[in-house]
């Protein structure tokens, strides 16, 4: 059997001093409920959001509101993008060819927070006038290559894909 190595949270220090007292683990403890809860519902907190402006020539052409999106997602918009081999019984299913463009767009179409997305990709006039089906198609439609890749910047920032994790680690 083998052997906790763990020190227990009241072990002294080497130098014979105790590191953590029983009070002040469980005031952390409630710091790290609260932390816990808080991030949970920031998830999807209005102030979360981020304004996203489409400029051309210097001249505001139409903005949306972005949102944190959750891995679930990211995964999800993945598989839209992408094309399976058929499964054979028993078999996990196998990936062909992911159409990153495709990708992007669902990334930029999840994001953005749904009374945006009704105003914007989801208009049915200004679908009908650029000839496109769907949300994700007036997106490929609408946006330039480099406001894609900024606005994608920004979604994985307000997502937790940005340095600060690493730094707040450095910093412990």
């Known amino acids: 059997m083998a052997k906790n190595t763990m020190p227990e949270p009241y072990d002294e220090s080497p130098t014979g001093v105790v590191t953590q ?3 002040e683990i469980l005031m952390n403890e409630d710091k790290l409920l609260r932390g816990l809860i808080e991030a949970g519902k920031d998830k999807d ?3 979360s959001y981020e304004r996203i402006q489409i400029r051309r020539g210097g001249v505001l052409k139409f903005e949306f509101r972005i949102r944190p999106i959750s891995e679930e997602e990211s995964i999800a918009c993945h598989d839209h993008a992408t094309k ?3 499964r054979k019984k028993g078999q996990p299913k196998r990936e062909i060819e992911t159409n990153m463009a495709k990708f992007r767009s669902w990334l930029i179409y999840t994001a953005t927070v749904d009374e945006d997305r009704k105003k914007t990709w989801d208009n049915k006039k200004a679908q009908e ?3 496109v089906l769907c949300g994700v198609d007036m997106i490929d439609a609408v946006l330039l290559s480099g406001e894609k890749d900024r ?3 920004r979604i994985n920032e307000i997502s937790g894909y940005d340095d600060g994790l690493e730094e707040t ?3 412990s």
Do not use: R, T, Y
């Open 129 to 131: 006038a650029l000839d």
């Open 45 to 47: 907190n209005a102030d």
């Open 21 to 23: 007292s029983q009070e």
């Open 84 to 86: 399976f081999a058929p």
């Open 151 to 153: 606005i994608i910047d």
């Open 169 to 171: 680690a450095k910093n």
